[in-house]
């Protein structure tokens, strides 16, 4: 199932959900956002200039693995706990810990897809 969201030119923060020709609902502009941190604020994230961030390498190979089986509020979870588990060092040798973070303002269940008609992903209606 495909939905395709329209932003219109309201008088509040609202866009319009075109799901159906017939049915219009309004969504606050800040409605299905998903954004993923790779520690929380003030910490920081240690980079291997070869191969990125623990959570970036972590991030990438789970996506790769459970996209086709896992919505990505699961997929992250799963990235959370590996990365948190984690022994970090810093340049000087120092062990730390840190933890992923995220921000959701998802109204329904994202999971991906390598359906071209699809695109990217579906929202799954629960």
């Known amino acids: 199932?495909?939905?395709?969201s329209a932003g219109a030119?309201?008088?509040?923060?609202?866009?319009?959900?075109?799901a159906d020709p017939f049915t219009v609902r309004l969504h606050p502009r800040d409605a299905d956002v998903f954004i993923g941190y790779s520690t929380?604020?003030?910490?920081?994230?240690p980079i291997n200039?070869?191969?990125g961030s623990a959570f970036f390498q972590t991030l990438?190979?789970?996506?790769?693995?459970?996209?086709?089986?896992?919505?990505?509020?699961q997929?992250?979870?799963m990235v959370t706990d590996v990365v948190a588990d984690k022994n970090h060092q810093t340049?000087?040798?120092?062990?730390?810990?840190?933890?992923?973070q995220s921000l959701s303002t998802l109204r329904q269940t994202v999971f991906f897809t390598n359906d071209p008609q699809l695109r990217?992903?579906?929202?799954?209606?629960?």
């Open 120 to 126: 990217v992903c579906y929202i799954h209606y629960d």
């Open 60 to 73: 990438a190979q789970y996506l790769q693995e459970y996209y086709k089986s896992c919505p990505l509020d």
């Open 91 to 100: 340049r000087r040798n120092k062990e730390y810990k840190h933890v992923p």
């Open 40 to 45: 929380t604020q003030g910490q920081i994230s």
């Open 9 to 18: 030119n309201l008088p509040s923060s609202e866009t319009v959900e075109l």
């Open 49 to 51: 200039h070869y191969f």
């Open 1 to 4: 199932m495909s939905i395709f």
């Open 75 to 77: 997929i992250y979870t």
